[in-house]
C-alpha cells in the first residue's frame, strides 16, 4: 500500500510542478560513429590520422551570432567524434556532434546568417571563399550550409562539419553527398 501511495503521490507532485518525462538520451559513440564514411568508402591513399571521440562544450555545437564572437555560447556536453584521413596532398576531416535536431538546425541558420552579414574581416581565412551560398540543389540533410571545399549538415539530432583539402569540385561534391547520405540513414529527420 505504501508503494502505491508513494507513487501516487510522485506522480500527483510531478504533474503539479510540471516534471516532463527524461529526455530522449543523446546517440552512443558507436551510432555516432557508424553514421561517419569510413577509410574504404574515401578515394584510395587515405589513411586515418586523426580520431577523437569525447563530450564536448565546444561552441561549435551551440547557436550563436556568429558576427559577435562576445556572444558565444558553449554547448552543454554534447557527445562528438572528429577524425582526419590523410593521404599525399589530400585531407578530409569530419567533426560531428549530436546536439539536438533543433540546436542543430538553428546552428546552421547562425552559420548562413552570418556568411550573408558578419563583416569579411569576421570570417578571416574564410573570406576567400565567400559569397557564402547556401546549397540547395542537392539539398544535404535538413539544413546545410556548403561554402569552398566545407560544410555544416544538419541532419536529425546530429550536426556534421565536414571539410576536404586537396580533391577537385568532383571530388568533394561527392563526398559531402556521400556524407550526407550516410547521416541521413542512420539519423532520420525529427
Avoid at 580533391?167 to 568533394?172: I, P, Q, R, S
Wanted: hydrophobic share 45%; charged share 20%.
Amino acid at each position: 500500500m505504501r508503494n502505491i501511495l508513494g507513487a501516487v503521490l510522485a506522480g500527483t507532485v510531478a504533474a503539479v510542478v510540471g516534471l516532463s518525462a527524461p529526455a530522449e538520451a543523446s546517440p552512443s559513440f558507436e551510432q555516432l560513429r557508424a553514421s561517419l564514411l569510413t577509410a574504404e568508402e574515401l578515394p584510395a591513399g587515405l589513411e586515418l590520422t586523426g580520431d577523437r571521440q569525447d563530450t564536448t562544450g565546444d561552441n561549435d555545437f551551440s547557436a550563436w551570432d556568429r558576427c559577435d564572437h562576445d556572444s558565444a555560447t558553449r554547448a552543454d556536453d554534447v557527445p562528438a567524434i572528429s577524425l582526419r584521413y590523410e593521404g599525399g596532398d589530400k585531407r578530409v576531416s569530419l567533426f560531428l556532434g549530436a546536439p539536438g535536431a533543433e540546436e542543430a538546425q538553428a546552428i546552421v541558420s547562425s552559420l548562413v546568417d552570418a556568411a550573408q552579414q558578419c563583416p569579411e574581416e569576421e570570417w578571416g581565412t574564410l573570406a576567400d571563399s565567400l559569397p557564402v551560398t547556401q546549397w540547395l540543389h542537392p539539398r544535404l540533410g535538413d539544413a546545410s550550409l556548403v561554402f569552398g571545399h566545407a560544410a555544416a549538415i544538419a541532419q536529425g539530432d546530429v550536426l556534421l562539419y565536414f571539410a576536404t583539402d586537396g580533391l577537385d569540385e568532383a571530388g568533394f561534391t561527392t563526398l559531402v553527398k556521400a556524407a550526407a547520405r550516410k547521416l541521413a540513414e542512420h539519423f532520420p529527420s525529427s
